[in-house]
């Protein structure tokens, strides 16, 4: 199973393209052997590669349909072309003085990095996704987040569970920006149960909610329900119809 770690190098590589073992070895602050089995790891799974003296990042991955119940870093640059047409056209929807809700899937990071550069004075940012609260420092710092807690999913990267139920309940949500593994005429779906437990919940308490998703997800479906088509109040994604 990758670490939390390995997620952090593989960030720290994207910025870089390569580095040494050392250098990893210092930024993360652990030992050779233990940068060894991250990046060992990271190899095995064709993210990154390993060079002479270090490590470098795998060539672009070509885009397609993410796999079921692939990691989050493996998931964070496919079909990124899409995810951030998707991302242009969704902070359109941000105003000035909105409290958002911001999930922890790959395309609504996108619309978080373009947050980072968005033109506005007052935003509040609620959120379950640990790679846009690492990333918060990036934003302007006249923004605002909360974090909603719980217990940490590896493999969504993001807070789960019962806590972050509970935070959620006191929490406020004017616009909610989430994703979902597919969409049919039924609806929204994950194929994660507490995934879509957390986010009936935020769907509950926004006035607005927008889902993104890119056309490899027309007509798939996950196991477990997040909501019925009828419950979304507005579709973004790379083309005009997001449902087959």
Not at 36 to 45: F, I, P, W
Not at 52 to 60: D, F, L, N
Not at 174 to 188: H, I, P, R, Y
Not at 215 to 233: E, M, Q, V, Y
């Amino acid at each position: 199973m990758k670490t939390l770690r390995s997620l952090e190098i593989l960030n720290y590589l994207k910025e870089r393209q390569s580095c040494s073992i050392s250098e990893l070895m210092e930024r993360f602050n652990v030992s050779q052997a233990t940068i060894h089995r991250d990046v060992t790891e990271l190899a095995r799974q064709k993210i990154i590669r390993k060079v002479h003296g270090g490590v470098a990042i795998a060539s672009a991955v070509p885009e397609g349909i993410e796999p079921a119940n692939s990691h989050f870093s493996e998931r964070v640059n496919k079909n990124l072309s899409k995810k951030t047409l998707i991302a242009e056209e969704a902070v359109k929807h941000i105003k000035d003085g909105d409290i958002i809700f911001l999930d922890s899937s790959t395309t609504v990071y996108q619309l978080a990095r373009k947050l980072q550069k968005a033109p506005l004075s007052n935003l509040t940012v609620i959120t379950n996704s640990i790679l846009i609260i690492q990333e918060f420092y990036l934003f302007p710092p006249h923004f605002f987040l909360i974090s909603v807690g719980g217990n940490f999913n590896c493999q969504l990267n993001s807070f789960l569970g019962r806590t972050a139920l509970e935070n959620l309940k006191r929490l406020k949500i004017n616009k909610a920006f989430f994703s979902a593994v597919g969409l049919t005429e039924a609806g929204a779906s994950t194929f994660h149960e507490a995934h879509a437990e957390f986010l009936k919940e935020v769907l509950a308490l926004a006035e607005d909610n927008y889902l993104l998703i890119d056309s490899t997800k027309s007509g798939k479906s996950g196991i477990f329900a997040i909501c019925p088509l009828k419950k979304i109040d507005h579709v973004l994604s790379d083309r005009k119809s997001a449902i087959k």
